[in-house]
């Protein structure tokens, strides 16, 4: 059983190694960015599953439609990612990569805090 245990852990890891690798590594840009597309998914659970409050779903209740075409953007956004440091390959840089990434981490930021806004949460009138 000790060896299923570690060709798992190996697969895994290299699993791991090969997609940081193609989104142009493991850095606190992409870090934040999935942590922030995480946080904005599962508010965006809450807002519509607890207070059914959703701008999303008629009812403004959880709807796996809804809930499918948000996996969607975020797995668009990782694309983009993806298309960024491809760019920067052949260009030599690393600026598209991390505008990219910056740009989508605040675009996440604001989606939070509309999650939030929804949920009652007091936000600021400037946000």
Same mark, same amino acid.
């Given at each position: ?8 852990? $190996? ?30 998914? !599962? @508010? ?8 059914? @409050? ?21 797995? $668009? ?24 990434? !910056? ?6 930021? !604001? ?17």
């Amino acid at each position: 059983m000790a060896n299923w245990k570690v060709v798992l852990c $190996t697969a895994l890891g290299c699993a791991g190694s090969l997609i940081a690798r193609a989104f142009g590594g493991w850095d606190a840009g992409l870090m934040t960015l999935i942590a922030f597309m995480a946080a904005d998914y !599962i @508010s965006g659970m809450i807002v519509a599953g607890v207070f059914h @409050s959703s701008d999303k779903t008629a009812s403004g209740g959880l709807e796996s439609r809804a809930g499918w075409k948000g996996l969607c953007r975020k797995g $668009t956004t990782l694309c983009m990612v993806l298309v960024a440091q491809r760019l920067d390959m052949v260009m030599g840089t690393s600026v598209v990569r991390d505008a990219v990434v !910056i740009a989508y981490i605040c675009n996440e930021a !604001i989606s939070i805090t509309e999650n939030a806004a929804l949920m009652g949460v007091p936000v600021p009138e400037r946000l």
